[in-house]
């Protein structure tokens, strides 16, 4: 089954910098890959999402990319903001896999001052 | 004008009780999902609903019991609760299976504690 490996675990960056998080995914049938952000006692939330016809996706100052050959899509945060603090999960889904959505296991950003 | 909508917000109980919690969209999708999260923030999948139909069954006890009365409810039942329960639970829905494009609506989450 598909498995999405998720790095790193915990994240922290100066204000104003960039922040990237990484993951992999196993099944190379994936073709959709969402990431979502996560505040403290929130729900998950959709922050930009990209398909596998796509290599790059940007949406102001958060981009993704995506590595079909390598199996590896990439989530990039410019010009960090304290509201940018959150744990933010990478997902991968597939045509085969019906419904399902495989979570990465989180990295918590932290933003200093 | 809420999406996704569970309810409790907070449930506390006695080990080897039984509760339910109660997921509702009004957003006119086909599929719902309940996901658990534990402590570590893991979300894992639990069950999937296509339009009242189980299709994804993962690795959960029986003691837990997803109910579909129709395609804009979803509700769990827990059976004999116990402290590995506990856990935020997060109902969800997504437009339908098809394309992969599944993205998840989460619904606000129940916190389950376990005494």
């Known amino acids: 089954g598909e498995n999405v490996e998720q790095h790193p675990s915990t994240l922290s960056v100066q204000e104003g910098d960039s922040a990237v998080i990484k993951c992999t995914y196993s099944?190379?049938?994936?073709?959709?890959f969402p990431w979502y952000k996560q505040e403290l006692g929130k729900r998950p939330q959709l922050i930009i999402d990209i398909r596998s016809n796509v290599g790059e996706k940007k949406d102001q100052r958060i981009a993704v990319t995506l590595n079909k050959t390598a199996k590896h899509f990439s989530l990039h945060i410019t010009e960090t903001q304290p509201e940018d603090s959150a744990v933010y999960f990478c997902a991968a889904s597939s045509y085969s896999s019906a419904s399902k959505i495989i979570f990465g296991s989180g990295t918590r950003l932290s933003i200093r001052p | 004008d809420t999406a996704v909508s569970q309810t409790p917000k907070y449930l506390v109980t006695q080990m080897g009780n039984d509760k339910s919690i109660k997921c509702e969209q009004n957003l006119g999708h086909d599929t719902m999902y309940w996901y658990k999260q534990d402590s570590k923030k893991f979300l894992k999948i639990m069950f999937s609903?296509?339009?009242?139909?189980?299709?994804i069954n993962e690795t959960v006890p029986n003691r837990f019991s997803p109910k579909s009365p129709d395609k804009a409810h979803l509700n769990l039942h827990i059976n004999s609760l116990e402290l590995g329960d506990s856990a935020v639970y997060f109902c969800?829905?997504?437009?339908?299976?098809?394309?992969?494009?599944?993205?998840?609506?989460f619904g606000p989450g129940t916190r389950l504690t376990v005494l």
């Open positions: 609903y296509n339009n009242k139909e189980l299709i």
């Open positions: 969800a829905s997504s437009p339908g299976t098809s394309g992969g494009a599944n993205t998840q609506y």
């Open positions: 099944d190379s049938a994936s073709n959709y």
